[in-house]
């Protein structure tokens, strides 16, 4: 079959290369403009246009998908099949209808949980220890088309959301040819979701990551792995010796069971240098602060000279600027890590 891919994401290239080694042809890649990077601002490629630059796969760019131009474009290349994965545009109801056979989407879910951009973190979030992906038909509502085909996976205990992104793009890739197969052979059985069942999974934003040390300690170690690496469970360091704060983004944590200490105070570190918890306790096991590489936990601790009552503080909203920059200490400031 014909095949014309719609998405930009890293999450979709174990999908690109699990086509580009089947029998289907690939006949046009379509992703968004390169974007600015790093300090030096830098327009960069989508993670989906190098892919296709580096196989000798034609691909448009474009910020407008339903753009009349760029529906034309892909009207030329006759596709029996859109492809979208991670595209970060809706797709309009002419290009829905336009293939010969269908269009369909990869989504990082086992649909209907977890409707919308944000699949992977929320299902980390909301403490599951099961999720998948599921291959749908578009629709015009968000994520709400007929299932064609589904693949399960366990949560690991301490997996972050960027190393489920990573095990579910792989697992999406075998799924997704053989339902290519059956689009083909018109063997795909088409399964509508329950819309009773559907639950959301909203973008998530920078201040999404400023975590609140009064809650339970397990409520937030599975805020920790599900914000990492973005935006990430930003606090602020407090050193009792220098009085200086410093932003951190805890990587990955594990709840510590034990009653809360008489007077201790949420956020601080106790003897055994654990976080205080409205419930329990954090044993942070990796973190970033500001400027710096993730490390482990044990540097930090050596490289900041931590001790018992050094705390960590909840980063105020109020305390960003315009641009959503912090605005106070020396050493604040955490970029986006993936």
């Known amino acids: 079959m014909n095949l014309v891919y719609l998405g930009s994401g890293e999450f979709g290239l174990p999908c690109l290369d699990a086509i580009h080694a089947s029998r289907h042809n690939l006949a046009l890649v379509v992703t968004s403009p390169a974007n600015p990077a790093g300090r030096g601002r830098k327009l960069c490629p989508t993670p989906v246009a190098h892919w296709a630059e580096n196989h000798a796969v034609p691909f448009v760019e474009s910020d407008n998908i ?9 009207v030329e290349a006759r596709p029996d099949v859109l492809v979208v994965i991670a595209c970060g545009q809706k797709i309009g109801r002419e290009l ?26 929320w299902a980390i979030l909301r403490g599951e220890t099961e999720t998948g992906v599921s291959i749908i038909t578009l629709a015009d509502r968000m994520d709400a088309g007929d299932i064609l085909a589904q693949a399960k996976t366990p949560v690991g205990t301490l997996e972050t959301a960027g190393e489920l992104h990573d095990r579910l793009a792989q697992l999406a890739a075998p799924v997704l040819i053989e339902t290519l197969d059956q689009i083909e052979s018109d063997t795909a059985t088409f399964t509508p979701q329950s819309e009773f069942e ?8 920078k201040s999404d990551g400023f975590i609140d040390f009064r809650e339970p300690a397990y409520v937030l170690a599975d805020k920790i792995r599900g914000l990492w690496p973005w935006p990430g469970a930003a606090a602020n360091f407090v050193s009792t010796e220098t009085g200086k704060t410093t932003r951190v983004t805890l990587a990955l944590a594990e709840v510590i069971w034990g009653e809360k200490p008489p007077q201790a105070v949420p956020g601080a570190f106790d003897e055994d240098l654990n976080v205080v918890c409205g419930e329990g306790k954090l044993a942070i096991r990796k973190i970033k602060p500001a400027g710096k590489g ?5 540097a930090f601790v050596n490289g900041w000279r931590l001790r018992a009552g050094d705390r960590l503080i909840r980063i105020e909203e109020e305390s960003m600027d315009k641009h959503g920059q912090p605005q106070i200490g020396t050493d604040s400031g955490v970029r986006e890590s993936r």
């Open 66 to 74: 339903n753009d009349p131009e760029m529906i034309a474009r892909i």
């Open 198 to 205: 559907a639950t959301k999974a909203p973008k998530l934003k």
């Open 96 to 121: 829905v209808d336009m293939p010969a056979k269908l269009a369909i989407n990869v989504h990082s879910s086992l649909l209907p949980k977890y409707r919308g951009a944000g699949p992977i973190n």
């Open 294 to 298: 993730l490390m482990e936990f044990k």
